[in-house]
Nanobody, 123 residues
């Protein structure tokens, strides 16, 4: 059974920084894709950033976070991080980790979600 466990959310003032972590556990063979989504109250869940193993260090960022957020991966720990800087009140949302994971029990990669972590940007 695969689990994605997020941590690092909290309350931060505008202009501040936070670092989110998402650790995957289970019988993982590979994680060809990992990313972060967010959902603000009353809004649809939206992609923040995604990272593909095959693209090396390249990542696809949503325009609203380019230059402020950075995704990184620790392949040895099956962990993905989201460094968030210059945070704005409009970044307030529940942030979800998402991963496409191939396990020893499956023939094709499946999609998994974390439980979400709240990020609140407010003075």
């Amino acid at each position: 059974q695969v689990q994605l466990v997020e941590s690092g959310g909290g309350l931060v003032q505008p202009g501040g920084s936070l670092r989110l972590s998402c650790a995957a556990s289970g019988s993982i063979v590979s994680m060809p894709r990992m990313g972060w989504y967010r959902q603000a109250p009353g809004k649809q869940r939206e992609l923040v950033v995604e990272s593909f193993t095959t693209s090396g260090s390249n990542a696809n960022y949503a325009d609203f976070v380019k230059g402020r957020f950075t995704i990184s991966r620790d392949y040895a720990k099956n962990t993905v991080y989201l460094e968030m800087a210059s945070l704005k009140p409009e970044d307030t949302a529940v942030y979800y980790c998402n991963a496409r994971i191939l396990t020893m029990a499956s023939l094709v990669p499946r999609e998994y979600w974390g439980q979400g972590t709240q990020v609140t940007v407010s003075s």
